[in-house]
């Protein structure tokens, strides 16, 4: 099972990220700003985080430096409503997608499945 962190201020974000991928086996954890986030990336093991930028108490972006230098291989995809220069300053800190809001639901979709990598599931062959 893969695990997931969704650092989003806005709820119902979380909650269409959730929804999106109801149909794989797949553990949410959900963070409502930056430091939030931060605190349980330190003391949890997720296979990706998905981030938007602009939060109160901790952005996005310094979420992201700080995560990196924590775990450099963490695997991250920054999401935001507002400029695109804010998208573009976290695709040089190192993660591996952006995307501006609203979602393109099946790019996003598509992006996420592959940065996860699901192995199929091997069936016992019935004779």
């Known amino acids: 099972m893969k695990k997931i962190l ?3 201020d806005n ?3 979380r909650r269409l990220i959730r929804n999106l991928f109801a149909n794989m086996d ?3 954890d ?3 700003h930056g430091r939030e986030g931060l605190d349980k990336i330190s ?3 997720y ?3 998905i981030t938007d930028i602009i ?3 901790m952005e996005g972006l310094e979420m992201i430096v700080q995560a990196k230098k924590q775990l450099p291989d963490l695997k991250i995809v920054a999401i935001s409503g507002g400029k695109p220069y804010y998208l573009y300053m976290a695709k040089k800190l190192g993660i591996e997608a952006v995307f501006t809001k609203p979602l393109n639901h099946h790019k996003f979709y598509d992006a996420v499945e592959n940065i996860l990598q699901f192995q199929p599931i ?3 062959k019935t004779f």
């Open 122 to 124: 091997n069936l016992p």
């Open 43 to 45: 003391s949890n093991h």
């Open 26 to 28: 797949i553990e949410f």
């Open 55 to 57: 939060m109160p108490v």
């Open 47 to 49: 296979d990706l985080v």
């Open 30 to 32: 959900d963070a409502s």
């Open 6 to 8: 969704i650092v989003d």
């Open 11 to 13: 709820v119902m974000m």
